[in-house]
């Protein structure tokens, strides 16, 4: 009986241990979210960072279209104003016709483009991971504006932000 701890001992080595075990279930479900939504392939954002969710059926890799749009030199955000972003890019579509729409409605597509990245601060683009999700929201973005899912993949030719 010398030997046995007290009951107070017990009660709170038992907490330390309940806590512990919390803290290791938070972490390891962090870990998983954060590897399912950003570095696994098929999964959450970064599938379509690819743009190979968003492929309509019947669309393969094999037989998109690429429609230039042409450069984009625009005033970032920033509270200076002294930052911009050139960008270059070619969007991805199924077919030739879904092609020819979008080059005939090219006015609406770059205004919504300057509007998304006009609202940007350098801050916003820095990584690469930022770059993947601006792709994702112009993919997104020039959908919406013409009205169903006709971008399957953004691509950028040239990007430069000073």
């Keep these: 009986m010398a ?6 001992q017990k009660k709170s080595s038992l907490k330390l241990i309940i806590i ?6 938070v972490l390891a479900g962090g870990g998983l ?12 954002d970064g ?22 749009v042409p450069p984009f030199l625009v005033n970032l955000a920033d509270p200076l104003g002294r ?23 090219m006015p609406r597509v770059r205004d919504t ?24 929201e112009i993919m997104e973005r020039v959908n919406q504006s013409l009205g169903g899912v006709r971008v399957v993949r953004v691509n950028f030719l040239e990007l430069v932000i000073q």
């Design 20 to 25: 512990g075990l919390v803290i290791l279930l």
């Design 83 to 105: 930052r911009y972003i050139k960008l270059t890019l070619e969007l991805e579509v199924p077919n030739a016709k879904i092609g020819q729409d979008i080059e005939s409605k």
């Design 113 to 136: 483009i300057n509007l998304l990245l006009s609202s940007k601060t350098y801050s916003d683009l820095a990584s690469y991971e930022s770059k993947i999700l601006l792709k994702n």
């Design 47 to 68: 599938a379509s960072a690819g743009g190979a969710a968003e492929v309509p059926v019947g669309a393969t890799s094999g037989n998109l279209v690429s429609v230039s």
């Design 33 to 44: 979210a954060a590897w399912k939504f950003l570095l696994a392939p098929g999964g959450g």
């Design 3 to 8: 030997n046995e701890p007290a009951p107070e």
